[in-house]
């Protein structure tokens, strides 16, 4: 009669899975909660303990390190010293292992969880057993994931000696070493944020796929999308209509999201094209936003990503509706909207909230590795801020810098924005010099048919030179926020006060390589 030894943290599908082993001949065995959850469905199933000779010990410390386990469990079926041995010692092979771990993560990100709690759910002889199991994968199934219960149950009705049973166990081995790589990788986090170590002599970052794609940035680039966390962040986000996604498509959607985070609580819009905005803008409703943002470079915008901070309606959907977009992300879509937006067949359409998840990095490879930073922080206000000018910016140009500080940090540098009435009426973005991000900020100002008198600007970096106050004063500039810092600051104000322009130095950078 041939073995399985289960004992599962998730219990999705265990006593379906338990009566059809039963059902195939199989001799179940378990331990605590997972042993209670198969009697009380009626199979029949016998303590670990009463293999191992051995009762439990240590509040469940100890319980399946055990020779009678994973005797068991290693021994190769095709070496006849090897079944010698298990059976001198009175030991059965054990030929499938359901075990899903502790659940580590969950406790950790308990609020309030005390770390004698997290510790505890570090399992030992979880990992243990599988990693056994998993060696001896010729013979023996490992089932980390209850997903696969149903394709290992007509694997072992099909016949455990068939090529594609082979085949099979040799992928579910996989998985368990990527299922304990994972579990560590959160333990390590763990111990490194106990201690304050943001960033540690090792770092493991475990991601789990989340969707295959058709191809990367280019056709002939295979690609996929993996998740740090799933239920957070893009892999949220719902798809109610469209085409599948593209790498692309994912790159811009958290363009799209970047720009419009720090506008949360407000009425916002933002147009990405490329991972940066041709447009951003606040309004008094969904579809006001849309048209500011749309009008700050409507040819730009053609097969852009829209992201929204508040629920679609009607009339924003039909104007988004008008022009041929690749993507559309909102909290929520009113019905009559959606069905509008769907009437698009190739229009992706998302739904939902993409959160980071809690002490995410912000990750970007190199040749042979990883560049590993704090994600930026969303929030971006005037806490710090101070006039440097001679003339203090008027009630109306405040309100513009703050709108054009949030709105630049989304840019690609070297990065400037003019802002007027709560709107981007230019963006230079992806410049080698920060004058020339200045000229082709007003130039596409100017190709919009809008006027760069009176206007306010945004700028993600000091100003090296005053060369860029000039270039902005030439377009009717009249305010701008920058961070601050360089070493011709003086020279920088000084032109500014020539001009007559308000200016504020921030003390913080927001540059987006």
């Not at 990405?272 to 009008?295: F, I, M, Q, R």
């Amino acid at each position: 009669m041939p073995r399985a030894l289960l004992s599962v943290s998730d219990k999705t599908g265990l006593t379906d899975f338990a009566s059809a082993l039963h059902t195939l001949g199989w001799e179940l065995l378990s331990t605590g909660g997972t042993a209670k959850a198969i009697r009380d469905a009626g199979i029949p199933c016998a303590d670990v303990s009463a293999v191992t000779q051995f009762p439990e010990m240590l509040d469940g410390r100890v319980k399946t390190l055990h020779p009678a386990v994973h005797g068991g469990l290693l021994a190769r079926r095709d070496l006849p010293e090897h079944m010698a041995a298990i059976a001198a010692h009175g030991i059965q092979p054990i030929d499938l292992v359901c075990v899903n771990l502790y659940p580590f993560r969950a406790t950790a990100r308990r609020a309030g969880v005390a770390p004698h709690e997290v510790i505890e759910q570090i399992d030992i002889g979880g990992p243990s057993m599988i990693r056994s199991a998993a060696k001896n994968f010729e013979s023996v199934y490992t089932v980390v994931d209850p997903a696969d219960y149903e394709r290992v149950l007509a694997s072992i009705t099909a016949g455990v000696a068939s090529t594609d049973a082979s085949d099979l166990r040799r992928t579910l081995a996989a998985k368990v070493f990527e299922h304990t790589a994972a579990y560590d990788a959160a333990i390590a986090r763990w111990f490194a944020a106990q201690r304050g170590d943001r960033f540690p002599e090792r770092l493991t970052i475990a991601l789990e796929h989340q969707q295959s794609l058709r191809y990367g940035e280019n056709p002939g680039q295979n690609a996929a999308f993996y998740v740090d966390e799933p239920g957070a962040g893009l892999g949220a986000l719902r798809q109610l209509g469209g085409k599948e996604l593209s790498f692309n498509n994912l790159l811009d959607l958290e363009g799209a999201l970047l720009a419009s985070d720090p506008f949360a609580g407000e009425t916002a819009c933002a147009i990405v094209k490329h991972t940066t905005p041709c447009g951003l803008a606040t309004g008094s409703s969904a579809v006001e936003a849309y048209k500011k943002a749309l009008a700050c470079d409507p040819t730009s915008a053609f097969g852009a990503v829209i992201a929204f901070t508040v629920p679609v309606d009607l009339e924003a959907a039909k104007a988004v509706a008008s022009l041929f977009v690749e993507c559309v992300v909102a909290p929520k879509f009113e019905p009559d909207a959606l069905a509008i937006l769907l009437e698009k067949k190739n229009l992706r359409v998302l739904e939902g909230t993409a959160t980071v998840p809690t002490g995410s990095f912000d990750l970007k490879t190199v040749r042979g590795g990883v560049l590993v930073q704090e994600r930026a922080s969303a929030r971006l206000d005037d806490a710090d801020w101070q006039v440097v000018s001679e003339r203090k910016p008027t009630a109306a140009e405040y309100k513009d810098l703050l709108f054009a500080w949030r709105a630049v940090a989304s840019v690609k540098s070297n990065a400037i924005v003019l802002a007027r009435d709560g709107a981007t009426i230019g963006i230079g973005a992806g410049q080698m010099s920060r004058v020339d991000a200045a000229f082709l900020a007003a130039h596409k100002a100017t190709a919009a048919s809008h006027t760069t008198a009176g206007s306010s600007l945004g700028s993600d970096a000091f100003f090296p030179f005053r060369d860029g106050i000039d270039q902005a004063a030439a377009a009717g500039v009249t305010a701008i926020v920058q961070p601050g810092g360089s070493v011709r600051d003086a020279d920088v104000i000084a032109a500014a006060n020539e001009h007559g322009i308000a200016m504020i130095f921030t003390g913080r950078r927001t540059f987006r390589h």
